[in-house]
């Protein structure tokens, strides 16, 4: 009976595989259709977010321009993390890098923003049950704790100078001893800012390496340049930090 039923199933399996393959395909259209919308309306229309809803890039910017930085920065940041530690994520926005790239290797991550439309945001799309989206302003009312790993991605820029020395140095006291900072920005344009809502952009490695190098004996910057972008990383530690000497993962 079930090699009869096995025979069937491969008779049949070619036509299961093009009604499926093709209910996929309008999937696909739909979904990226309606990000397309959804995308319009909340750069389109007065006033611009402060944080990016990254389901956007998944279903249709990535399609539109198989370019790839905005999938770095979870790259990058989970790279460091340790396994079965604990996370202390500033500004955020959508909490998309922490569902999808730190929740699966961490126990437990604190994910924070001070705007309450991307918190909510982030409960309803990207929540996983180690997760705790929680509303600070990290200038003023950082998350207590110690932290084996603290990400700051794509926030470092919206500071002034003087507030991001500030922030690093509670981010120094939230590490534990062999504790990672990570975290991404941007280069500024030869024709200025990027956005408007940026309080400062770097215009080198070297211009963001200088924030951290007083605080963290080892500090590595580096940079993937695109048509469309310029990205720096950052990792900094006073222990080992992925791909220097000391790190376990590499020969």
Same mark, same amino acid.
């Given at each position: 009976?079930?090699?009869?039923?096995?025979?069937?199933?491969?008779?049949?399996?070619?036509?299961?595989?093009?009604?499926?393959?093709?209910?996929?395909?309008?999937?696909?259209?739909w979904?990226?259709?309606?990000?397309?919308?959804?995308?319009?309306?909340?750069?389109?229309?007065?006033?611009?977010?402060?944080?990016?809803?990254?389901?956007?890039?998944?279903?249709?910017?990535?399609?539109?321009?198989?370019?790839?930085?905005?999938?770095?920065?979870?790259?990058?940041?989970? /790279?460091? /993390?340790?396994?079965?530690?604990a996370? /202390?994520?500033?500004?955020?926005?959508?909490?998309?890098?922490?569902?999808?790239?730190?929740?699966?290797?961490?126990?437990?991550?604190?994910a924070?923003?001070?705007?309450?439309?991307?918190?909510?945001?982030?409960?309803?799309?990207?929540?996983?049950?180690?997760?705790?989206?929680v509303?600070?302003?990290?200038?003023t009312?950082?998350?207590?704790?110690?932290y084996?790993?603290?990400?700051?991605?794509?926030?470092?820029?919206?500071?002034?100078?003087?507030?991001?020395?500030?922030?690093?140095?509670?981010?120094?006291?939230?590490?534990?001893?062999?504790?990672?900072?990570?975290?991404?920005?941007?280069?500024?344009?030869?024709?200025?800012?990027?956005?408007?809502?940026?309080?400062?952009?770097?215009?080198?490695?070297?211009?963001?390496?200088?924030?951290?190098?007083?605080?963290f004996?080892n500090?590595?910057?580096?940079?993937?340049?695109?048509?469309q972008?310029?990205?720096?990383?950052?990792?900094?530690?006073?222990?080992?930090?992925?791909?220097?000497s000391?790190?376990?993962?590499?020969?």
């Amino acid at each position: 009976m079930k090699k009869n039923i096995l025979k069937v199933f491969k008779i049949f399996k070619p036509f299961i595989l093009f009604i499926f393959e093709r209910e996929a395909a309008l999937a696909k259209k739909w979904a990226a259709a309606a990000h397309k919308r959804l995308f319009y309306a909340s750069w389109g229309l007065p006033p611009n977010p402060e944080f990016f809803d990254h389901q956007i890039d998944l279903f249709y910017q990535w399609q539109k321009t198989r370019v790839p930085f905005w999938l770095e920065r979870g790259v990058f940041s989970a /790279l460091a /993390l340790k396994p079965g530690g604990a996370v /202390l994520e500033l500004a955020c926005g959508d909490g998309f890098n922490a569902c999808n790239f730190y929740s699966g290797l961490a126990d437990s991550i604190v994910a924070c923003d001070f705007d309450k439309s991307a918190i909510s945001l982030a409960k309803r799309k990207n929540q996983a049950p180690n997760i705790n989206f929680v509303l600070a302003d990290i200038r003023t009312n950082m998350p207590e704790g110690k932290y084996d790993n603290v990400i700051w991605d794509a926030a470092i820029e919206h500071f002034t100078p003087e507030e991001i020395s500030n922030i690093i140095i509670k981010i120094k006291d939230r590490l534990k001893p062999e504790g990672v900072l990570s975290g991404y920005t941007i280069v500024e344009r030869a024709d200025g800012k990027s956005l408007e809502q940026h309080e400062y952009e770097f215009k080198s490695m070297a211009d963001l390496k200088r924030f951290f190098t007083p605080l963290f004996k080892n500090v590595l910057v580096f940079e993937t340049v695109y048509p469309q972008r310029h990205n720096l990383y950052f990792w900094a530690s006073d222990s080992a930090t992925p791909f220097s000497s000391g790190w376990t993962h590499s020969l």
